[in-house]
């Protein structure tokens, strides 16, 4: 290396040095600076989230619990389908019972499900019969099966 470097005219050993500084700057650029940059972004839209997340369950909390019961005529299918368009859950399956319907969504937030279920309990008050929810692969994501009854 050092006959490469002494075999360089001054003109084409300060080419190699900026090059070579330009080089360590872009490498540090793509392993260092962009995941922090990415993993900060991803930090920061949890933040929001989880602020979103307090402030419905604070004013909840602040309204009181006050335990509504849905019309006997209102079918639970369609219960449970407006409700979650309201928490933007996509529902891959609906499988009504006698007395309770078979819900299985499709992955979605943990805090959301837990908000919908919250409201299904308390503004319609239905019961949450049996819950099952997996931990995804994505942050923050579950795959949830429930049972839902009157």
């Known amino acids: 290396m050092t006959a490469f470097w002494a075999a360089r ?3 084409e050993r300060v080419l190699l040095a900026c090059l070579a500084i330009v080089c360590i700057a872009y490498a540090l650029m793509v392993a260092v600076w962009q995941p922090l940059q990415r ?7 949890d933040i929001a989230r989880y602020t979103r997340t307090a402030a419905a369950l604070s004013d909840a909390t ?3 619990a006050v335990f509504a019961t849905p019309a ?3 079918p639970l299918p369609a ?5 979650a368009a309201t928490y933007q859950l996509t529902i891959r399956r609906l499988q009504p019972t006698p007395n309770a319907a078979e819900v299985t969504l499709e992955d979605a937030a943990f805090d959301a499900v837990l908000l919908w279920v919250e409201a299904l309990e308390r503004d ?4 949450i019969v049996s819950l ?3 931990r995804r692969p994505e942050p923050g994501l579950v795959a949830t099966t429930l049972t839902v009854g009157r």
Do not use: E, P, V, W
């Not at 993993?39 to 839209?45: A, E, G, K, P």
């Open 39 to 45: 993993h900060r972004d991803t930090l920061t839209s």
């Open 79 to 83: 219960i449970i389908t407006d409700t």
């Open 9 to 11: 005219t001054g003109r």
């Open 132 to 134: 099952t929810m997996t």
């Open 62 to 64: 602040a309204q009181g």
């Open 124 to 127: 319609q008050g239905l019961r």
């Open 72 to 74: 006997a005529d209102t």
